[in-house]
């Protein structure tokens, strides 16, 4: 008799790529609601000026999870690549990061050129391919969840719908010991939603960071986000749409 390959609740598992961010927080919440066998967290360090906090706060809400399977991964290559093309995301970069006014978020040509200004080479294309190579470890079905957005998706064209596709088409063959599919639960979600989200999924906003220069750590472990960045101006737009009190830490107020 012919052995069924079709995959069983058991061998349904998911990698959250955790970054620590608001976006990916309520991804890893949300998965945690889902039935997966096993949930895994990949998080990815590749010299931005986010690493002040970024392996911390990851760990920290893996931990608050329970999720034991967490991974930091560092890129150097990446690091390096961020550099020669002076992403202003870089610790190694001269260039300032772009400030925009809370009027401005909604403005697609300021918008776009802030999103150019802290770009990072081919950023989440190596990360799901990194995601689709640690799946083949587990094997099955493997989800990979992502927190791409709409807004993220307006101005990042690694952020769409159309990347996801192609990706997942092109995945299919090169993986060989998993079955893969990208799972992004925010689609379609602006700030404002996700927050609410997130509130229903009791995630612990507070130990999140969105900040691109975070300012260490308060006194009780929670990231001080700079709170001028267009980062931190969107974070601090989705709680004020929503109704919902912002637990954030930010070092100034505008």
């Avoid at 791409?148 to 307006?154: A, D, I, S």
């Avoid at 609410?196 to 691109?212: D, I, M």
Wanted: aromatic share 8%; charged share 25%; proline share 4%.
């Amino acid at each position: 008799m012919r052995k069924s390959t079709k995959a069983t609740r058991h061998d349904k598992s998911a990698i959250v790529l955790l970054s620590g961010g608001l976006d990916s927080t309520v991804c890893l919440w949300w998965a945690k609601k889902q039935e997966y066998s096993r949930i895994d967290c990949l998080t990815f360090e590749y010299g931005s000026k986010e690493e002040k906090v970024l392996r911390a706060t990851a760990e920290k809400l893996a931990e608050l999870a329970q999720i034991s399977q967490h991974q930091s991964i560092t890129l150097d290559f990446l690091k390096r690549f961020s550099e020669q093309i002076n992403s202003s995301l870089a610790q190694g970069s001269d260039r300032s990061l772009p400030q925009l006014s809370p009027t401005e978020l909604d403005d697609l040509a300021t918008s776009t050129q802030s999103a150019h200004s802290v770009w990072i080479p081919a950023r989440n294309l190596v990360f799901l391919s990194i995601a689709a190579a640690y799946a083949e470890t587990i094997g099955g079905q493997v989800a990979l969840i992502t927190g791409f957005n709409l807004e993220e998706g307006t101005t990042f064209p690694d952020n769409t719908e159309a990347f996801i596709d192609d990706f997942t088409r092109t995945a299919s063959r090169g993986v060989l010991k998993a079955e893969i599919g990208v799972v992004c639960p925010l689609k379609g979600m602006t700030k404002e939603e996700i927050v609410r989200l997130g509130a229903q999924l009791e995630v612990p906003f507070a130990y999140s960071t969105s900040c691109y220069d975070p300012q260490g750590f308060d006194p009780t472990g929670k990231p001080i986000h700079c709170g001028i960045c267009e980062s931190c101006l969107r974070r601090k737009r989705g709680f004020q749409r929503s109704d919902i009190d912002d637990p954030t830490v930010y070092q100034k107020e505008i």
